[in-house]
C-alpha cells in the first residue's frame, strides 16, 4: 500500500498561509522526496511517522499516519500505547530500533544521534534501510514543521 502525501486530501483544513497553493512545486518535490524511501515497509512507516508526529504535535500528522497505520495492519492497543512504547511488550526490537533512532534523528539538537542507537539500528536494517529510515524521520519533520507553523488541522470524522 502507498502512502498518500500529506496534502493529497481533497478537503484540507489551513488556518493560516496556504502553503500548498503558494508553491505547490516544493510541496510537490518535498513529497515526491518520500516515494523514494521504499525499503521501509507501509507499517513501520506509518509507525515511525506517527511517532514523530507525537513528538512535534503535529494534529494533522498525527491523524492522518493513525490512519495509514490502521490500514496497514497495525493494532489500536498498538497505536494507543505508541508514546509509552518503551513500556510495551509488543513491540519487537527491530521497531523499539527504529522508533528510537526516529526519537533521536526527531531530536537531534539534544541527542545527536547517539551511537549506540545507530548501531543497534545496524542489528536490524540494511544500510538502505537506515538511510531511507532516515530520510523518512527527516521528511516526516518537515512536513511537522509545516503543519504545525501553518495550522494544518485535520477535517472532524463523523
Request: overall charge negative; charged content about 25%.
Amino acid at each position: 500500500m502507498a502512502v498518500a502525501p500529506p496534502w493529497s486530501a481533497r478537503a484540507i483544513m489551513i488556518e493560516r498561509l496556504d502553503y500548498i497553493e503558494l508553491n505547490p512545486k516544493a510541496i510537490g518535490n518535498l513529497a515526491s522526496t518520500g516515494r523514494h524511501a521504499g525499503s521501509i515497509d507501509d507499517r513501520l512507516r506509518a509507525l515511525v511517522e506517527f511517532r514523530v508526529s507525537q513528538i512535534n504535535g503535529c494534529v494533522y500528522c498525527v491523524d492522518i499516519h493513525a490512519t495509514q497505520a490502521r490500514a496497514a495492519g497495525e493494532t489500536e492497543q498498538r497505536l494507543d500505547c505508541l508514546a509509552a512504547w518503551r513500556e510495551c511488550r509488543f513491540f519487537h526490537d527491530s521497531e523499539r530500533a527504529a522508533l528510537a533512532w526516529a526519537e533521536a534523528v526527531t531530536l537531534v539538537a539534544d541527542t545527536n544521534a547517539p551511537d549506540a542507537l545507530y548501531d543497534d539500528l545496524k542489528r536490524y536494517y540494511t544500510g538502505q534501510q537506515i538511510v531511507d529510515l532516515t530520510l523518512i524521520v527527516s521528511l516526516m519533520n518537515a512536513w511537522n514543521r509545516l503543519a504545525v507553523s501553518f495550522r494544518h488541522l485535520p477535517d472532524p470524522r463523523m
